[in-house]
């Protein structure tokens, strides 16, 4: 009997002092881990021959998010069904967008990529900065003159 309640005790215990978990699908990424990701990105975009190098940090059924580093132009993008959430971590750059993507190449389902933009708007784009794009949209990030550009992106699906 005594063995039993010992048992019960120590059972309550550990009930008692479980940490709880996170929910799923929960995600944190602190600063640290950003600046480090950051820092490896770095030397891999040196490395690739359009000087960019991305991170995929989680992939869900309504959204991706994902790092990326550039030190080059990036080619024309359009998403049809996905809306692009920029949040600038460091560097600046200019977003062409808008108008009309000529050119394009289908890259994947609903995904063009390459080509030109006719017609687009720049905005200057710096760290701190947020921007959306919405689906069927042509983008295109642009150094110009800027040695390197970090943001933070948020694909968001199914439009």
């Given at each position: ?50 000087h ?37 971590q460091?560097?600046?750059a ?33 760290a ?11 983008h ?20």
């Amino acid at each position: 009997m005594v063995l039993k309640l010992c048992s019960l005790f120590v059972l309550a215990l550990l009930v008692g002092t479980a940490q709880p978990t996170s929910p799923e699908g929960f995600q944190h990424w602190t600063a640290a881990s950003l600046t480090q990701m950051t820092q490896e990105l770095r030397t891999e975009s040196a490395s690739t021959p359009h000087h960019v190098a991305t991170r995929r940090l989680a992939d869900f059924p309504n959204d991706l998010f994902m790092l990326a580093h550039r030190e080059a132009d990036g080619v024309v993008e359009w998403h049809e069904i996905q809306a692009d959430v920029f949040f600038v971590q460091s560097g600046k750059a200019t977003l062409l967008v808008g108008g009309t993507m000529v050119g394009g190449e289908t890259v994947e389902p609903h995904e063009k990529r390459n080509g030109q933009i006719e017609g687009g708007v720049r905005e200057q784009l710096s760290a701190g900065d947020v921007v959306r794009i919405p689906p069927k949209v042509p983008h295109q990030i642009l150094l110009e003159g800027s040695k390197e550009f970090t943001y933070f992106v948020i694909k968001v699906k199914g439009y």
